[in-house]
């Protein structure tokens, strides 16, 4: 009679344990969120058409400042105002914070309204690094694409210019402010989309509610009293018309005009809120 014999069994220490899954850097993060980012031929096509559509209507007042403008008493600061305007209509800007606030919004929206924003989450657990990772490769784009239109419109412009002794050259103090004021004023209000899409969650209401905040809100306050001109110097798009004007000689006389620093630090107050306003509600609300 023949006993049956068992192979002996490894010590449950003995046993190999799994490797830890190595933590994503964040160079991988901003990778995975920059293929993310071009996935979607729509984003092409609508950075592409509008930064075309915005060079053509600064191109057109170029055209019809050339053909139109008189001298006048050679005012300096006038002539000046007259070529940055021309480089970079209040139509130009409107449609980049449209554009700007709607792709901002829809790059945190897009993910919820689709689900992957679980398989997100369960590839990077960390869900600051993740926002913060969306957030730099929006901001990168964004500012390129304001850099794009606002560089490409002052270089053709003043070209269009140049023969009616109102052209200017970039390296003038306040035409370098001007289009380093365009060409922020795309990722601010992209920060500011991001940020109301990380809040609604929801396609068409994360754009509308972008297009209200960004666009029509400030209509609702004026420079007559001190606390309707605070509120509004602190909206985007106001603090991008004052940048815009070469000094407010020949502006409507206000109580309460706005400043130069002060509308740099709406910029910049308005992207940092923005990001943090998106890591703070996306790490505390569940998916």
């Not at 509610?209 to 007559?224: C, H, I, Q, Y």
Request: hydrophobic share 55%.
């Amino acid at each position: 009679m023949s006993t049956a014999t068992t192979a002996p069994q490894p010590h449950p220490q003995s046993r190999p344990r799994p490797l830890p899954r190595p933590r994503a850097r964040f160079g991988d993060l901003l990778a995975a969120e920059w293929i993310k980012f071009w996935s979607l031929r729509s984003t092409v096509w609508v950075l592409g058409l509008s930064a075309l559509f915005v060079i053509a209507a600064n191109l057109k007042a170029a055209r019809y400042t050339h053909d139109h403008y008189t001298v006048g008493d050679g005012d300096p600061a006038t002539m000046l105002q007259a070529a940055l305007s021309t480089s970079f209509t209040m139509i130009a800007a409107d449609v980049v914070m449209i554009v700007a606030g709607s792709v901002g919004a829809l790059v945190l929206v897009g993910e919820y309204a689709s689900g992957l924003i679980r398989t997100t989450l369960v590839a990077v657990p960390d869900r600051r690094a993740m926002i913060a990772a969306k957030a730099c490769v929006l901001t990168a784009v964004m500012l390129g694409y304001g850099a794009v239109t606002a560089g490409v419109s002052f270089g053709a412009c003043q070209a269009v210019l140049a023969d009616t002794h109102i052209g200017v050259s970039v390296t003038d103090p306040t035409a370098l402010r001007f289009v380093a004021a365009a060409a922020l004023f795309a990722p601010v209000c992209a920060l500011a989309g991001f940020a109301l899409g990380a809040l609604i969650r929801h396609t068409a209401g994360a754009v509308v509610g972008t297009v209200l905040v960004l666009f029509f809100l400030p209509a609702f306050f004026n420079e007559r009293y001190r606390w309707s001109a605070d509120l509004l110097h602190a909206m985007p798009l106001q603090a991008w018309r004052r940048l815009a004007q070469v000094d407010l000689t020949h502006s409507l006389p206000s109580a309460h005009p706005a400043t130069v620093a002060g509308s740099w630090a709406t910029f910049a107050l308005w992207a940092l809120a923005s990001v943090v306003v998106a890591v703070t509600v996306v790490q505390r609300r569940d998916h």
